[in-house]
């Protein structure tokens, strides 16, 4: 890490195991950076720009995956819950099935056929706009159904790609171990109620908004 608000940030990733990018309660890298929560968007503060700095430099750490799994919202998570993670995102439980649209599902079948793909290389017609297909992949994110990130092309745009946890696992050299779903989502469900406890908040975690949690 080469600034004290990175290795401040990596440090706290490593002690809960998740960190937010932004929350105005949680651990989140734009309190860290900021030295105070920021209510709205980060982007309009002073320091927006040493925050992003940061986020990128913690989202290429290699021990570090990205996805939404706090409150829909940008969440870092440390490797040692790597497992639990793709025991609970490759599960396909209800909860990540049930509603989802066609679009998604076609998507879906094609990013897990494909191993992985870029958004701007998604077919776009009168019928099917670039918007349907950036709301099929919120509808997967929000259910932990694909990983995705952010890259420069080659034409120095932004780009999502999109890759199938399966795939996402090859490249990491993760090996699938033989976890009860139930006891992963426990064990997440655990670090989550502590760190709500700490802060004062009440984060959720997807299946929550499935599931009838209260």
């Known amino acids: 890490m080469e600034t004290d608000a990175s290795e401040k940030a990596f440090k ?3 002690r809960f195991g ?3 990018l932004s929350d105005a309660r949680l651990p989140s890298i734009a309190t860290l950076v900021a ?4 209510r709205g ?7 927006g720009q040493e925050i992003f700095r940061v986020a990128s430099r913690i989202d290429e750490h290699p021990d570090v995956a990205v996805t939404k799994l ?3 919202k940008v969440t870092f998570v440390h490797r040692k819950l790597w497992p639990v993670l793709l025991a609970a995102a490759t599960a396909q439980e209800p909860w990540q099935m049930n509603g989802l649209s066609r679009k998604a599902r076609s998507l879906l079948q094609r990013v897990d056929q494909e191993g992985q793909l870029q958004m701007d290389r998604l077919p776009a017609s009168p019928k099917t706009k670039r918007s349907v297909w950036n709301q099929a ?3 997967l994110e929000k259910r932990l159904l ?3 990130e952010e890259f420069h092309s080659e034409t120095g745009a932004h780009v999502k790609r999109l890759e199938s946890w399966k795939h996402w696992a090859r490249r990491k050299r993760l ?3 033989t976890m009860k779903i139930d006891a992963c989502k426990n064990r997440m469900l655990m670090i989550l109620l502590a760190m709500n406890k700490k802060f004062h908040a009440k984060a959720r975690l997807p299946w929550m908004n499935f599931e009838g949690y209260e």
């Open 18 to 20: 998740l960190l937010l």
């Open 175 to 177: 090996n699938p171990q």
């Open 12 to 14: 706290e990733l490593k």
């Open 41 to 47: 968007s980060w982007w309009g503060h002073p320091k």
């Open 70 to 72: 706090i409150s829909g």
């Open 137 to 139: 992949t919120r509808e």
């Open 146 to 148: 694909i990983y995705a």
């Open 35 to 38: 030295g105070q929560p920021i």
